[in-house]
């Protein structure tokens, strides 16, 4: 068929230019399947749901900038329609054309939830690219027409890229070591020094840095499309602060294009594939930190994007007292109706699409719990999301890890919905944070050692009874919402002043110390001390049984001066400070060589909780001590120390690999240690956070031998020992 339009005038920079365009286009009906633009021999095929529409227009864009179209093609509901699918075949137009979209329907007479608005332009669902030159998100709360100031998608063909071989690399979970990172903060700063600073080709540049630091995934923050113009909170100097850790996605098929070098050009995909390549050849993975809970659409006041103009009451939960307000499970204002068929479809859609086109070799879930719960809000037993991907074939190599809570209180932890998921573990951070502060008393019911011992074993007490598996708990003490490391030891309370809400958002309860002064200080035994408490928790993390998991930065004390929610902080606050790497390269050397110890010794990294085997040395699997051995003091609330011997067995790592002693003084004097006897082996010494750098981790072949029956262990410190 054939559409007919009016010759069109568009304005650019300083003067007005007639568009050469035709007078009409050809189209035919289309397809509905699959969902998105889609490019075929003879042009592009377009498709979206939009289950009560009664009017469906395709907007045409010769430019990302263009305030108006060059082509408006109505579909007709008779012909351009198949159940809840309208589609059209555009002839002759080719991938890098810009589109959007107008929908109409019936008004909410029948409380339905929907929320058309034909005065609203819409980017789509499925697009691999979207622009926002011109975006302003006020111009899409109100009535008005906002066409000049809309977000465009962009047709990209993703059919033609040269991935040399590469494939998502499949490493094991239980080998694997995860560096949570901001792509845009890991290269902004002019520090840097980065040709392109803040976005995917900037983070190649940076690839040897983590090479060298022995990582093997980074776990990017959002890099799924969000609205980084959105203005969070006006500073108290009055400087707007946007959105920037990206926690508000707008589309879950498009790189965010801002990171992009050539967004307007529609380089999105082809910039993302650079950089997983990139560190596939690195043999780093690349996992994606993605928020399905809600978007940034926000609540029936929010602006009008995408899912509200195309399905308002698939997309979102709604109040089932009156469906023109929405749920809020997310704290975010909207919460996505996961378990709806259409949402479901997308979610693994884009799952599918991350995985099979992109290469992600895996996905962490923010506020995963959301995705259990029904259309109602009501927690599921098999919530239908949760189990199609832990079931499906497509993605039964790659990674799933949960946040498993929610802001509505839904906590999950050791319970969430399937098996094969690693669950972020709140419990092992606070565990670990009261132990190292030096507390004493009792928590949750268990002595501070108690629990202290339970998450280095891997967390058994949360994960073994429901037939899960270490390799479950992602064992982490910092992450992007919170403390630096840095700053866990050197505030005692939060300083958020500069988010411009008064000191009162964020946690209030970070179970930090700042080891005698509130942040910077010049005093050398105060910075001596919170060296040696950061070199403490890093080694804490990688002898403990799980998957280890730790912020951008910590490895050369990134600060962030006591801000400990800086999710609007697009600035030096939130960067990577590439002067620190030669500042504190003694940090980043304890980091670099205790990674290489973990991956070293192979029952650091069990396939199986401990059993109780004996070992050819008459060294158990797992046994643990205090100041004397086999006394741990489990139930004395006082005990700031602990000590552990893990015997290598055969079954779970190789017949020669080392014993392992640890032995934890968190006390304020130095202790005695009695150490195990061996009678065919030594103790030689690998770490001991007391020592200056170099001597407080010795590299590998540089191990000191140890005679003797014990060991003095400094105060605020950890001593590693292996067998030889």
């Known amino acids: 068929m054939t559409t007919r339009i ?104 029948h409380g339905k939830g929907d929320s058309y608005n034909p005065n609203k332009v819409l ?49 094991l979970m239980k080998d694997t070591i995860i560096y949570e990172m901001h792509v845009k903060g890991f290269t902004r700063s002019s520090s840097s020094n980065s040709q392109y ?58 790189p965010e294009n801002t990171y992009c070098v050539s967004a307007e050009a529609g380089g999105h995909t082809r910039e993302f594939r650079d950089m997983v ?32 103009g195309f399905a308002n009451s698939c997309y979102y939960m709604l109040s089932a007292q009156d469906r023109r307000y929405h749920m809020n499970f997310s704290g975010c204002g909207n919460t996505l109706n996961g378990n709806h068929p259409i949402t479901e479809k997308m979610i693994i859609d884009s799952l599918r699409f991350w995985v099979n086109e992109m290469h992600v070799d895996g996905f962490r879930f923010d506020e995963a719990a959301i995705l259990s719960r029904d259309e109602n809000g009501i927690p599921m037993t098999y919530p239908p999301v949760i189990w199609n991907i832990e079931l499906s074939e497509v993605l039964a190599d790659t990674k799933v890890i949960a946040e498993a809570w929610d802001a509505a209180g839904l906590y999950q932890i050791g319970y969430f919905p399937g098996y094969r998921w690693g669950e972020w573990n709140g419990i092992f951070r606070d565990a670990v944070r009261h132990f190292i502060k030096g507390d004493q008393g009792y928590v949750d019911g268990k002595t501070i050692v108690g629990r202290i011992a339970d998450v280095i074993a891997g967390s058994a007490s949360i994960f073994e009874f429901s037939g899960e598996l270490p390799i479950n708990s992602i064992n982490f003490i910092t992450a992007h919402d919170g403390f630096t490391l840095n700053d866990l030891v050197s505030y005692n309370g939060k300083h958020n002043e500069v988010n411009g809400e008064n000191n009162n958002d964020g946690i209030n309860d970070n179970l930090s110390w700042n080891c005698g002064a509130e942040g910077e200080t010049g005093d050398p035994e105060i910075l001596a001390l919170r060296k040696r408490q950061i070199k403490n928790f890093i080694t804490l993390l990688m002898i ?109 790592s190789s017949e020669d690999d080392a014993d392992i002693h640890v032995m934890f003084n968190m006390d304020w004097e130095d202790l005695e240690f009695d150490v195990p006897l061996l009678t065919d082996r030594s103790w030689y010494r690998v770490v001991d956070t007391a020592q200056p750098s170099p001597n407080d981790i010795l590299e590998p072949g540089q191990e000191v031998a140890f005679t003797g029956n014990s060991y003095r262990v400094g105060n605020r410190s950890v001593v590693v020992l292996i067998s030889r």
């Not at 509901?77 to 589109?99: A, S």
């Not at 066409?147 to 991935?163: A, C, F, K, N, Q």
């Not at 609007?568 to 990577?576: G, V």
Request: contains cysteine.
């Open 6 to 109: 009016k010759k069109t005038h568009k304005e650019k920079h300083t003067h007005v230019e007639d568009t050469v365009v035709a007078t009409t286009i050809e189209t035919e009906y289309g397809y509905p399947h699959p969902l998105g633009a889609t490019i075929n021999e003879t042009g592009i095929n377009f498709s979206v749901f939009a289950d009560r529409a009664t009017s469906v227009e395709l907007l045409l864009f010769d430019e990302h900038d263009d305030p108006d179209p060059i082509f408006t093609i109505k579909l007709d509901p008779q012909k351009n329609k198949t159940f809840h699918f309208w589609h059209v075949l555009v002839k002759g137009v080719q991938p890098g054309i810009h589109y959007a979209y107008r929908v109409d329907g019936y008004q909410d007479v």
């Open 123 to 171: 980017i789509d669902p499925y697009a691999r690219g979207n622009t926002d030159a011109l975006w302003d998100r006020g111009k899409a709360c109100n009535g008005e027409d906002n066409v000049t100031t809309s977000m465009r998608s962009v047709v990209i063909d993703t059919s033609h890229y040269d991935w040399e071989g590469d494939r998502p690399l499949n490493r």
């Open 197 to 254: 600073a803040g976005t995917f080709s900037g983070v190649i540049e940076k690839i040897p840095y983590l090479q060298e630091l022995g990582v093997t995934a980074v776990e990017l923050l959002p890099v799924f499309d969000f609205d980084q113009k959105e203005v969070k909170q006006i500073s108290p100097d009055g400087t707007p602060l946007t959105n920037y850790w990206g926690y508000d996605p707008i589309s879950f098929f498009a």
């Open 277 to 308: 390549k990139a560190f596939h050849k690195a043999g780093i993975e690349v996992i994606l930190d993605v928020v399905f809970n809600h978007t940034s659409e926000g609540n029936e006041n929010g602006p009008t994007i995408n899912f509200k």
């Open 544 to 652: 403990s049984q799980g998957v280890p998991m730790f912020v951008y930065g910590d490895e050369v004390q990134r600060t962030q001066h006591g801000n400990n929610n800086a999710y609007c902080q697009d600035n030096e606050l939130s960067w990577f400070d590439w002067n620190l790497v030669d500042k504190n390269q003694d940090m980043f050397r304890f980091f670099k060589w205790i990674i290489a110890f973990r991956k070293q010794h192979s029952l650091l990294r069990r396939n199986n909780f401990f059993e109780g085997k004996v070992n050819q040395r008459g060294l158990a699997d797992i046994s643990w001590h205090g100041c004397s051995l086999n006394h741990p003091g489990w139930q004395d609330p006082e005990s700031r120390v602990l000590a552990v011997t893990m015997g290598s067995i055969a079954e779970e």
